[in-house]
């Protein structure tokens, strides 16, 4: 398929803005939420030596609290106020997933850059609906697929995009994990858009999507149990591309699993190990012969966290690989990161609408 780290095709456009909306040339961030997620990207922000401008939450002491410990200039009480703020050039949206579409929406229309937490939106119709705003806007739109950005993953995909083991034909993507048993937490709620797909799912699709191509498979089949909320709790995906090759992906609230990518070509095949939506190693086997091959590990230490910050989730020291892209991207202009275009972000949320469809998922909001 298309070079990987090749220009996203015709929508990549280095017309949006210049270094002149920006402060120094140094992109100027606003912070939306508060919560466990904003805390690890923020803590790369601040390892990376960034401009923090503001933060804002519902709570306004809360937001007080996170400016001061991540060194924000200002808080704000209210998303709408830091909308308004003139210092804020980008806005990261770190809130849960029914509000990603609704804020990332405000901000492209107060004429902010965002970079948004995945999902992007919870069906394609939101997914469509922002992509067009940013483009219609000029303005950098990203999701923060931030596997893509990893080292690792740059590694696997430079394997696969020079044929160093031939042409992808296979797939296989795991990741679960044990979810709170609370039915009130946010994973098991409808109302918050709750369900394995959204959460982890996501992150097996994009490795198809990856190894194929943003492009919607001709075959999507899938099975899998809802929770008693309405949610899935489990479920498993089979993607064809006609001629091309296949996926088969599981995801998981019930159980924690491997989380590993095996990518099986025509002259081998690689494996990011565990956790493989954060990588730190990957494995490339090339054949030999019948059950036969030569294998080379890659390792690829994370970044040290500022001294003083903690982080809350696995290998959450990597998103200073995503913020250091973001920040690139911003000062050449673009209006996507080649790593994750929004084109895919589009592919993906069809093939997890189509996933919801089939077992039976929909949000009360959605119908």
Same mark, same amino acid.
């Given at each position: ?48 030596? =960034? =401009? ?25 009480? =209210? ?186 070509? =025509? ?101």
């Amino acid at each position: 398929w298309i070079k990987p780290f090749s220009a996203p095709g015709r929508h990549d456009l280095s017309l949006g803005f210049t270094l002149g909306n920006m402060s120094a040339g140094q992109p100027r961030w606003g912070i939306l939420g508060a919560g466990g997620i904003s805390n690890d990207f923020c803590a790369s922000l601040v390892g990376n030596r =960034s =401009s923090i401008t503001a933060v804002a939450a519902r709570d306004a002491g809360k937001a007080g609290d996170f400016a001061k410990k991540i060194g924000a200039a200002r808080a704000h009480g =209210s998303y709408e106020a830091l909308m308004a703020d003139p210092d804020v050039d980008v806005v990261y949206v770190g809130t849960i997933h029914t509000t990603h579409a609704p804020l990332t929406k405000m901000a492209l229309e107060a004429g902010k850059h965002v970079v948004c937490e995945k999902p992007l939106g919870v069906n394609e119709a939101e997914v469509q609906e922002l992509i067009d705003l940013a483009r219609s806007k000029k303005l950098l739109l990203v999701e923060g697929m931030w596997s893509r950005f990893f080292p690792a993953m740059r590694k696997a995909r430079e394997v696969l995009e020079f044929g160093e083991i031939g042409s992808p034909r296979y797939v296989q993507a795991d990741f679960g994990f044990v979810a709170p048993a609370e039915e009130t937490h946010r994973l098991w709620d409808p109302q918050q858009a709750g369900g394995a797909m959204l959460d982890v799912g996501c992150y097996v699709v994009q490795a198809a999507t990856m190894a194929f191509g943003p492009t919607l498979p001709q075959q999507i089949s899938c099975t899998g149990q809802l929770a008693s909320t309405g949610v899935d709790k489990e479920g498993s995906i089979s993607l064809t591309w006609d001629g091309r090759g296949s996926a088969s992906l599981i995801c998981s609230l019930t159980t924690n699993t491997p989380e590993q990518v095996m990518v099986i070509c =025509s002259k081998g095949h690689l494996r990011l190990h565990s956790p493989a939506h954060a990588p730190t190693q990957i494995t490339v086997a090339r054949e030999v012969g019948r059950g036969d091959f030569s294998e080379e590990t890659f390792n690829f230490d994370l970044p040290k966290l500022p001294e003083g910050l903690q982080t809350n989730f696995p290998n959450s020291e990597g998103f200073l690989y995503e913020v250091q892209a973001v920040e690139k991207a911003l000062k050449e202009g673009l209006l996507e990161c080649a790593e994750y275009p929004l084109d895919e972000s589009l592919v993906v949320v069809k093939i997890m609408d189509t996933y919801r469809q089939q077992l039976g998922v929909v949000y009360p909001f959605e119908k």
